[in-house]
């Protein structure tokens, strides 16, 4: 057979091909592609997916009927001057602290359908005052403050009509007739039952739960939560042998050969396997999205920043395993020494989050502690924040306490990253109470977690490259 | 020359795997390097494909310093007991190779194809490499070598686990590649084959040349030859200008002439001793029907070489 290229032999050049960056990066990639698809791990990874698309998908949520108690919740705050108040920070309790003398409540309701968070309300609300210490409300400014509490809108009030005048006014009484539409967040806070499989296997209790509550959960742990960590840690031990088999004997030289620098071969190599876990985790990530959205009618875009946050806490761990992988040669250690650093990720920030909390309790003691509007409503009473027992230090000042700090001072800030997740889905589903305070903290920082655990990144990326560039093979 | 090295050495820590390799190789040469295992065939290989740098001396290839990009563009290398990424297919692993090595789409398609058709693979190019024999691999080995038209080849032990008829299609490339201008640096244990393909040879050991020169050269050595007449030697019949040694065949005996070693070290015959030794025996009545020059074969010198120093084999 001849050979397609040239025949005839040689002049001082004629060897063909000449390296290029793009072509050796697609290279490296389509390499790591084949690789990742040969453990045949794929299959089950997008297997997974399906099945936890398909339970979540046989999920059923039913709102339960709870028109009336939103209603008179609104009434309720409108006691209050809640101009300014963060309702993820306050309680009613915080709330009747600011009581201005008036007191509203809800005379008759009528709902336009079904008792669900889609229906209008016809709603009579009365209003009395101590004329000494308040003025009559005109109807503009009920339009404007009835379902407004805070930053939370529960309903829009679309007619309003004062069915009151004259001497009533004067001596304390205000009636008027609404029609009341669901409000922006009326739906996120209404409670829902929500069960699996058909109705078979029930979630919630029978007061079930809000639907904000119910979609952040079921994000987290389809994200950020088990799902992500279920997949982080397939493809950690997946691509925990894509360097000690690049780099074995017999297998290297075959690269090194190459007209291509040795920087280049582990980097590219890092960045092929990156970008795969990548698509897994935006599919991950987009069908959490799309069936928490087909289930629930939520379709805001608040999970699709877990993307980023697992793929930098991805990086970082690929980054340690690739570290490994070359100084050591070998897959099993690669896998301990990646797993071992996300434990010690882990546990130090979960003291973190416990320095956190202790910080703040110390500084709320005697005041009212969180509460979410819908435990609230189900009468839970608020507490304060007790005083320590005598003689016992607040964990941030144990030594404990002190030691995980000054450890998380120097380890890449991940919890950072993970609570930023966090408080965004909260704000978005409406989610108040004790975690969403913990969150809200101004001690998390996401521009932190990112400089540092970007920075950690670079600083094993970089050692590696230089241990493999320098060694013999 | 394609190879120059000069006072090449390296140590790893306290051991010495060079101490002082001199070498030169011109272009379109096939070339063998022998040694026993640890003798640093694999670290000179190492040096001058840029893999391993050198504790001193100086070595270049192509007249370009080794290690050099551009000296790699021009190297195929297949080395020894290489293990191919085995989640590949011949093809798949042969367009990753070319394209890190930067051939063209168009140009890598036409010469994969040439090369599994040339080396025994077509039609088992989709299997995975995992399902591959020894000898199938080392065929697909060979193939990333000559992938990009290497202006130099280095190939450790190429023709390893591979059948005669495969050992065939592989010399006979190599020697169309030779053709070409190709230079082949081989190392190999099989001193037969070595001896069949190689132009010229050096023998390391612990890390110094010992030995080199031209195949011939080192192989045409002994000055004995086998000469058979019509008829039995006459037992009258003397000669004292060699040492005659009867075979066990009527007719045929060993003459071993005069020897001498001349200034490269070979040992080289005299062939005045058998022109005398014929016309004697024509004298005689004795007619010429079978002569044969005996050679020794790689194999006995590298063993000679081993046990004149004292090593064990």
């Known amino acids: ?473 | 020359m394609v190879v120059s090295i000069r006072s090449l050495e390296k140590n790893y820590g306290k051991t010495r795997a060079l101490g002082g390799v001199n070498l030169e190789v011109e272009r379109g040469t096939i070339f063998g390097l022998l040694g026993q295992n640890g003798a640093g065939k694999t670290t000179l290989v190492k040096i001058l494909l840029g893999l391993v740098s050198s504790s001193a001396g100086s070595a270049s290839l192509l007249d370009r310093p080794v290690g050099t990009f551009s000296a790699r563009r021009e190297v195929g290398y297949l080395p020894e007991d290489h293990r191919l990424p085995e989640y590949h297919t011949a093809v798949s692993l042969l367009h990753f190779y070319g394209t890190l090595q930067g051939i063209p789409r168009r140009e890598r398609q036409s010469r994969i194809v040439y090369l599994l058709e040339m080396l025994g693979l077509k039609g088992r190019e989709k299997l995975r490499i995992r399902g591959y024999s020894k000898g199938m691999k080392q065929r697909l080995g060979l193939a990333q070598a000559l992938l990009h038209r290497p202006r130099v080849l280095f190939l450790d032990e190429p023709t390893d686990g591979v059948d005669p008829v495969g050992r065939k299609q592989i010399r006979e490339l190599l020697l169309e590649e030779q053709k070409r201008g190709v230079t082949v640096f081989v190392n190999s244990h099989l001193l037969g084959e070595v001896e069949q393909l190689c132009d010229r040879v050096a023998i390391l050991r612990k890390g110094l040349v010992v030995l080199s020169g031209s195949v011939a050269e080192l192989t045409g050595l002994k000055a004995t030859w086998l000469i058979g007449f019509d008829q039995p030697i006459p037992s009258h019949f003397s000669w004292n200008g060699g040492t005659l040694v009867p075979t066990e065949t009527p007719g045929l005996l060993r003459l071993q002439c005069t020897e001498h070693v001349s200034s490269t070290g070979v040992v080289q015959e005299n062939d005045l001793a058998l022109d005398e030794f014929l016309a004697a025996a024509g004298v005689c009545g004795l007619r010429l029907r079978h002569l044969t020059r005996e050679r020794t074969s790689l194999e006995d010198l590298y063993v000679a070489l081993a046990h004149d120093a004292g090593d064990s084999l």
């Open chain 1, 1 to 473: 057979m001849k050979d397609p290229i040239r025949s005839g032999t040689y002049s001082e050049e004629s060897t063909i091909g000449c390296s290029n960056v793009v072509q050796t990066f697609v290279a490296m990639m389509s390499d790591a592609w084949r690789e990742f698809l040969d453990a045949k791990i794929l299959y089950l990874l997008v297997s997974l997916i399906a099945i936890l698309f398909f339970t979540v998908l046989s999920g059923r949520i039913d709102p339960l009927p709870s028109g009336r108690a939103y209603l008179d919740f609104s009434a309720t705050a409108m006691s209050a001057n809640l101009d300014e108040l963060d309702l993820g920070k306050l309680t009613l309790t915080d709330i009747a602290k600011e009581h201005n003398g008036s007191v509203y409540w809800i005379v008759s309701d009528r709902a336009q359908g079904e008792d669900h968070p889609n229906s209008s309300w016809q709603v009579t609300l009365n209003r009395t005052y101590l004329p000494l210490f308040a003025q009559p409300e005109n109807a503009a400014d009920i339009q404007k403050r009835f379902g407004n509490i805070a930053d939370v809108k529960l309903w829009n009030v679309r007619e309003v009509r004062e069915t009151t005048s004259g001497f009533i006014t004067r001596i304390g009484f205000q009636s008027w007739q609404m029609t009341v539409d669901p409000g922006r967040d009326l739906r996120l806070l209404w409670p829902n039952r929500f069960t699996l499989f058909q109705d078979s296997l029930e979630l919630t209790s029978s007061k079930g739960a809000p639907l904000g509550l119910e979609v952040f959960i079921l994000q987290k742990l389809l994200t950020t939560g088990l799902g992500g960590s279920i997949l982080l840690l397939i493809s950690v031990a997946v691509t925990a042998a894509f360097v000690p088999n690049m780099v074995r004997k017999g297998t290297l030289e075959l690269l090194l050969v190459r007209p291509i620098p040795r920087w280049q071969i582990l980097l590219f190599k890092y960045c092929g396997s990156l970008l795969l876990v990548a698509a897994l985790l935006g599919l991950l990530i987009f069908a959490s999205w799309l069936v928490t959205g087909i289930l629930a009618d939520i379709w805001t875009p608040g999970v699709l920043f877990a993307l980023p946050t697992l793929l930098l806490f991805f990086a970082l761990l690929l980054s340690v395993s690739v570290l490994t992988g070359v100084i050591t040669r070998s897959v099993t250690s690669a896998m301990l020494v990646t797993v071992a650093y996300w434990a010690l990720l882990f546990i130090v920030g979960q003291f973190h989050n416990q320095v956190i909390d202790s910080r703040m309790r110390e500084a709320n003691i005697g005041r009212v502690k969180p509460m979410a509007i819908a435990d609230s409503l189900r009468g839970s009473k608020s507490k304060r924040e007790e005083p320590l027992r005598p003689g016992r230090k607040p964990f941030y000042k144990t030594t404990v306490g002190r030691v995980s700090e000054a450890i998380y001072t120097v380890l890449p800030h991940t919890e950072d990253l993970d609570n930023s997740v966090d408080r965004q889905l909260m704000r978005d589903y409406a989610v108040a109470g004790p975690f969403r305070a913990l969150v809200e903290s101004t001690d998390f920082s996401w521009k932190r977690g990112l400089g540092f655990t970007l920075g950690h990144t670079a600083v094993f990326l970089l050692s590696a490259c230089l241990i493999f560039t320098r060694r013999d093979p």
